[in-house]
């Protein structure tokens, strides 16, 4: 398995936005959902987006209005459109295709208040 390669992490001041790119070039894409991890010092890795074959999209509460996902299969890539970012988006983003089991390296976030 190919391991997917997030891009686009930074520093950012609190209401501001980030973009982050995920390109996932090994096997199949277009028919497996992609999710959008994160991972705070200390705290479990989780689950901040998904977005299926067909483009449906899913969100966990705490992002709801704020991040959008979405995908380009022709390119294999899927994203994360970060906005009204808080200091408590701040962690590691990670990028995940459904049924592998590697993860990448993941891209830090760190929003400033």
């Known amino acids: 398995q190919v391991p997917v390669v997030e891009s686009g992490g930074g520093l950012v001041q609190a209401g501001g936005s980030l973009r982050l790119s995920c390109a996932a070039s090994?096997?199949?894409?277009?028919?497996?959902?992609m999710y959008w991890y994160r991972q705070a010092p200390g705290s479990q890795r989780e689950l901040v987006a998904s977005i299926t074959s067909s483009g449906t999209a899913s969100y966990a509460d705490f992002v709801k209005g704020r991040f959008t996902i979405s995908r380009d299969n022709a390119q294999k890539f899927v994203y994360l459109q970060m906005s009204s970012l808080k200091p408590e988006d701040t962690a590691v983003y990670y990028c995940?295709?459904?049924?592998?089991?590697?993860w990448g390296q993941g891209t830090q976030v760190t929003v400033s208040s």
């Open positions: 995940k295709k459904q049924f592998n089991l590697s």
């Open positions: 090994g096997g199949d894409f277009s028919g497996r959902t």
